[in-house]
């Protein structure tokens, strides 16, 4: 025992071992996953921010050839305009080209819809009109709730061709822009990098802490993370974050919202020209997550090979040493029976002595059926002493109506060489009582002839007593479950009424005075009314939970339509509830029951139903119900999973409820019968038969 007690001591030391070390690898794994997931997005990061940077690089240069183009011969521009858009068309997500004069007034553009400068932008055409700018590019965000464009913009001086050095004096003419389409831009890279992500998860911040590019929450465009207020607290903790983001440079940074699962973001920085931006990637966490736990799952696999193999040996070590102990515990116990069996053959007067003090009656007869031999308690329970029993027949001590039952029960003994167990005969006494015993026969065999035959009685008069005591109780249960459940049914409908006129008339009293009130209110008075309205709407809600309560307790449609309507409303109820297709196959029966009668039937199907509902997890179920000679039938069958009948019976009745028990009294109640069948894995049948007799009704 000690030797076994050490095996298993080492096996679970080492699955210890083996399972902390498993833990440390997938926490190690885990922190490797992390790393690389973000290294990869902040790769991805630094690619799109210096495509966009190029890309700004590319439209930049663009845009200055074409004011060359424009500034050679500004006085005949109009002669040139097929070229401009010639030339405008072969520039990549350029939405328009547009030229301004030095008033601000558009005089020339590809596409007028295109989103352009404000005119009276003073700040921006001072800008333009400096000398110092000639040449310069200017980037100007143009954000729109469904859009993201950039518009780049050239000033225009007449003599920005001549060969005099920058900085001398020319006379400004206007403002040359593009107008590109960077949304287009960023879908366009997402699909060439092979990203399974949307536009949802990148945003773009300026150096101020202006939101550019959409993110999440589209109301959050154009808006500063600086400049937040009470309803930005809805959804964020803080923005930390993002403050964090605008202060380094570029790296990785974890944030999670409210309601949301949380996120990685990588940030990577833009810088062209007066454009100082930061480009994020965000990607949930449930993708590291979803790696971290395959490699779990991988290690788990592993733990659980080696712990098969530690407990696989183990049992083999424990079941050798067990073979062992078991052939040693077999020839010790070969030893004792073998000298068990020399100590029987002298102990024929211990098995005198059990048989004297045994508390039935035992006795032997004869082949006539008289009285061989009786033990103490046959004496006294007949009151013969076994000198006056010898050679009398048993018949002389069997109660008369009993008597024929008994002699043939002897003779079939007797005949058929078979054992008769536990039949029942009135015993006379000496005295003239009269005992109940319970007896069992069999037959007594000499060199193989059939020498007579054994009896054993056991007294029950007083357990036939208390048995009938406890069907009169058992009885008297009935009656009083029966009464229970009546009384069970009109407390039911006295809560129902009363939930129904009394509950539900004061909310919608209470409905109308909201309405009232919400009439009442002034124009300005929006957050009131829109109170008004929620509780107006909680009030509806509330209405229609006491009328499905109210419909729960007592089913109105019983009353007032019937149990063949009621039948059909429950199975509409039910397939609408759980999801189930029904099919329902019913005669009109409601002339046959009284009301009391239609309510039982309908509590035992509404049970069976919510049965397969809750549990049966079935997909169809079959109601019939069927009227016959004899009766009325009634059938529910699902092809859900099934239970083991048996099993469930023996499960304690705290336990499994009394569902089952209260559809059985219900239909003991109606004078019928309620069988159960079920199997697993192929669904459950509930018979109710009720017994009819010729133009009668229950």
Not at 243 to 269: D, M, V
Not at 570 to 594: E, G, P, Q, R, T
Request: proline share 2%.
């Amino acid at each position: 025992m000690k030797r076994h007690v050490v095996i298993i001591g080492a096996a679970v030391l080492v699955i210890l071992a083996v399972v902390l070390l498993t833990l440390h690898l997938h926490h190690e794994s885990k922190m490797e996953v992390l790393s690389q997931f973000q290294d990869h997005q902040l790769a991805h990061t630094q690619h799109l921010a210096h495509q966009i940077q190029f890309f700004f690089q590319a439209r930049s240069q663009e845009l200055q050839a074409l004011s060359l183009l424009v500034s050679r011969d500004y006085g005949v521009f109009i002669k040139k305009r097929g070229d401009l858009e010639t030339y405008s068309e072969m520039m990549e997500y350029v939405k328009a080209v547009t030229l301004y004069n030095g008033s601000g007034a558009v005089i020339y553009a590809t596409d007028g819809n295109t989103i352009r400068l404000d005119g009276g932008d003073r700040e921006f055409f001072s800008w333009a009109k400096k000398n110092e700018n000639r040449g310069k590019v200017l980037g100007l965000p143009l954000v729109q709730p469904d859009s993201f464009m950039l518009l780049f913009a050239v000033p225009l001086y007449r003599d920005s061709f001549d060969a005099s050095p920058r900085g001398s004096n020319g006379k400004f003419v206007g403002i040359l822009t593009l107008t590109v389409d960077l949304r287009e831009f960023l879908s366009d890279q997402f699909h060439f990098l092979g990203l399974n992500k949307n536009l949802h998860g990148v945003w773009i911040l300026d150096r101020d802490g202006k939101l550019l590019f959409p993110s999440e929450h589209r109301e959050m465009v154009r808006r500063n993370i600086y400049q937040r207020n009470e309803s930005c607290n809805q959804c964020h903790h803080s923005f930390k974050f993002a403050e964090e983001i605008l202060k380094q440079k570029e790296g990785t940074i974890g944030y999670e919202l409210r309601n949301s699962s949380r996120k990685i973001a990588a940030f990577a920085p833009i810088d062209f020209e007066n454009v100082s931006w930061k480009v994020v990637i965000n990607s949930p966490y449930d993708e590291v997550e979803a790696v971290a736990k395959k490699s779990l799952r991988e290690h788990l696999m592993l733990l659980g090979i080696v712990v098969l193999a530690l407990v696989g040996g183990s049992w083999l070590i424990v079941r050798n040493e067990r073979l062992k102990v078991r052939a040693q515990e077999e020839a010790k116990h070969w030893r004792e029976k073998r000298a068990l069996e020399d100590e029987m053959q002298q102990s024929e007067a211990l098995y005198e002595t059990i048989i004297e003090t045994a508390h039935d009656a035992i006795s032997v007869l004869d082949t006539e059926g008289n009285f061989i031999f009786v033990n103490k308690s046959g004496e006294e329970m007949s009151g013969y002493k076994l000198s006056e029993l010898a050679g009398k027949n048993f018949a002389s001590l069997i109660h008369p109506e009993d008597l024929p039952r008994v002699k043939d029960l002897f003779l079939k003994t007797l005949e058929d060489k078979s054992y008769v167990d536990d039949f029942d005969a009135r015993l006379y006494a000496k005295d003239g009582t009269i005992h109940l015993l319970s007896l069992s026969s069999g037959l007594l065999y000499k060199k193989g002839r059939v020498i007579g035959l054994f009896s054993i009685g056991k007294d029950i008069t007083e357990h036939r007593k208390a048995e009938n005591a406890l069907q009169e109780s058992e009885k008297q249960l009935r009656y009083l479950s029966s009464q229970l459940l009546t009384a069970e049914e009109t407390e039911r409908r006295r809560i129902s009424k009363e939930l129904h006129d009394e509950l539900g008339g004061a909310l919608t009293v209470i409905k109308l005075q909201l309405s009232f009130i919400e009439k009442g209110l002034k124009q300005d008075q929006v957050t009131v009314k829109e109170e008004c309205e929620t509780i107006s709407q909680y009030i509806d809600q509330v209405i229609e939970d006491v009328r499905r309560l109210s419909r729960d307790l007592t089913p109105s449609i019983l009353e007032d339509a019937g149990l063949s309507a009621a039948i059909h409303w429950l199975i509409a109820n039910s397939k609408k509830n759980y999801k189930i297709n029904m099919a329902l196959d019913v005669v009109d029966i409601d002339h046959l029951f009284s009301q009391d009668a239609q309510i039982n039937i309908y509590r035992i199907l509404q049970e069976a139903l919510t049965n397969i509902g809750k549990h049966g997890q079935a997909k169809n179920v079959s109601i019939v119900i069927k009227k016959h000679e004899d009766g009325v039938s009634f059938s529910v069958e699902d092809d859900g999973i099934g239970f083991d009948v048996e099993k469930a019976a023996m499960v304690n009745p705290d336990e499994r409820g009394l569902g089952l028990a209260i559809m059985d009294e219900r239909a003991r109640m109606l004078g019928g019968s309620l069988e159960l069948w079920s199997e697993e894995g192929k669904g459950t049948r509930v018979n109710l038969h009720i017994p009819l007799e010729k133009g009668e009704n229950v």
